[in-house]
Every structure is written in C-alpha cells, then in structure tokens.
Nanobody
C-alpha cells in the first residue's frame, strides 16, 4: 500500500512560519525524487519545490528565499519549511514522487490569514 501523507498544516498569520512533513511508505523512498505541490481554492495544482534522491533542491520563484525543502531518507520523510508566509500561500499542500507521480494522498491545509 503506497502512501505519501502530508501533515503539519494549520492557521498562521502573514509573516509567520510552518513546517510541513511528508511521511512515505510502501515503496523505495530513496529511489524517487519527491515534490511538494499546492492547490488554492479555484486554482489548478502547482509545483512548489522538489528534492532529488541525493538532496539537491529546487523551488519556484514565488517561494524562493521563503520555503526550503529537505529530505531524510533514513526516516522516509520530506519536509517543507515555510517562512514569511503570505496570503497567497493559502492552499492544500500535497507531496508526491516527481515527475512519475505515485499517489496524491489527502494533503494538508495551510491557511494564511490575519
């Protein structure tokens, strides 16, 4: 049973921080690049950041300098540290293998509001 379970979302004020976790199971985690994605209300799902099997990272321009992706292969876990959150970061956040998607899971809701 393949699972990629995102957690750690919640309500935060603009300028605040959150740390999301993605717990993977049911497949060889260290054989896959992993990406964080998000979907805001009424919008399509978009890529946020990726981490290769060896820990090389990439992030889109809108979050560069604010979000940091990392992975711990020993724990089968990927993290997304989100700092200086903005209203437009409000979305459901998902993790999945990238670019060959395995499972989307339920995601975790991040709400940025004053």
């Amino acid at each position: 049973d393949v699972q990629l379970q995102a957690s750690g979302g919640g309500l935060v004020q603009p300028g605040g921080s959150l740390r999301l976790s993605c717990a993977a199971s049911g497949f060889s985690f260290d054989d896959y690049a992993i990406g964080w994605f998000r979907q805001a209300p009424g919008k399509e799902r978009e890529l946020v950041a990726t981490a290769t099997t060896t820990g090389s990272t990439y992030s889109v321009d809108s979050v560069k300098g604010r979000f940091t992706i990392s992975r711990d292969n020993a724990k089968n876990t990927v993290y997304l540290q989100m700092n200086n959150l903005k209203l437009e970061d409000t979305a459901v956040y998902f993790c999945n293998a990238f670019p060959a998607f395995i499972s989307w899971g339920q995601g975790t809701l991040v709400t940025v509001s004053s």
